[in-house]
């Protein structure tokens, strides 16, 4: 009974306990390393939000339709689906080094090819080719995040909420650049000049991830999808990655739109619009970093917060009819700067949180855990990044931008109001958990002390 009490109180006092942290001064590889993955966030977000401003008016004067336009934004994130649940499986067999390079390679070429699409004639044909050629940008996409995210986690095994957070700056900064930088060159060059360029871009960062990034020798596991999502703490957290991307999605598809015919604005001014999301998002990235790995324990309440805060300004940004408050410029300003800060800090733990529950369950730690997470986390991400353009196109073509918006945030809503129901139940049996110990190690000692009284007597 002794050993089964002080294996009780071991487990249940280690567990909590963060792991010792090296220290503050990063050697040189962890410095090229963390350059190159911010070259790769910076990258190809800006190639991924190019679009936004001026690619769904240009649809529009192909003869595309708004429901149309949002698929062709979800199928990018479809294919990053299905390619981030392979790529990730296999990222030891194919090597996490080859898997960003050509990543990034076939990412660049697919970005210059859709930049002479508008040569292509209107109707099936236009519609087609921005298909193959957004699912085929989309794979490479897959590999090079999927791999990214892996390589960080095992260069900074103890650190990985602040450096996402650290990384995230730069996915910011390529979000914020994108629309009006693609809005500007578009209205000063044309429709082909954007991609031309950012594919450029992006080959440049083949030859610079080929010279900085370390190369890793892993042993492929046998652990499998199916077996990380068994569990609930896992899908929750996924459920919550695909309303943050989601509604992420739906903006990109669906906010320029709105903004020309609500408030007349040009699309350069979109751009800027749009930079009222990845501005505060980007900034605040680095400092929910922090806080999540200084206080890991805070992480859970995070994530509800953020969500709660999704909800209500989503809802607000329309705003939705039921209110019956009239759609403002300002309103619409405000609403997109706190839904940029509360997605924040809804999606820096949760990467964290997924590879700390695999560790839990006994998934080993190496490189071929980090890419079923790093899959898992991609696929679920890009699975929103489909959602949100799509049913969001449709319900804007059916009703209105109001009531698409007001569906993603009753989503957020859902998500933190689950997570509040699930860590409320893990702390009531944490605190069992530690009465039915406390009760055990009384039992013990009461059991003791009668045996040793005697003894002394005797």
Known sequence: MATSV?????????CPCPPETPGSKMTRQQILTLIAMASINFSSMICYSILGPFFPHEAEKKGVSQAVIGLIFGCYAFCTLVGSLILGKYIVQIGAKFM???????SGG???????LDRAPEGTVFIVLCFVVRSMNAVGFAAAVTSSFAISAKVFPHNIATILGFMEIFTGIGLILGPPLGGWMYQSFGYEIPFIVLGCLLFLTVPLNMWIL??????ASQ?????????????????VVFTLSSGIGFLDATLSLFAMEKFSMSTGSVGLLMIGVSLPYGAASPVFGIISDKYPFIRRWMMVS?????????????PVPVLHIKSQLWLTVVMLVVIGFSLCMTCIPTFAEMLICAHENDFEEGLSTLGLVSGLFSAVWSAGMFFGPTVGG???????FEWSAGVQGALAFLAAFLQIIYFTNEEIQERRLQQ?????????TEEKSPLLSSAHHL
Do not use: W
């Not at 002080?6 to 280690?14: C, F, P």
């Open 6 to 14: 002080d294996q009780l109180t071991a487990n249940h006092v280690d």
């Open 100 to 106: 960003v390079t050509a990543g990034l390679f076939v």
């Open 110 to 116: 697919c970005t210059v090819v859709f930049g002479f």
């Open 214 to 219: 370390p190369s890793f020798d892993a042993v």
């Open 223 to 239: 652990a499998s999808f199916f077996r990380l999502c068994t569990r609930v703490k896992i899908m929750l957290i996924c459920f």
């Open 306 to 318: 953020g969500g709660m805060a999704s909800a209500v300004s989503f809802c607000l940004l329309g």
């Open 394 to 400: 449709y319900i804007t073509q059916k009703l209105n």
């Open 436 to 444: 039915s110990i406390r009760t055990e190690s009384t039992l013990f």
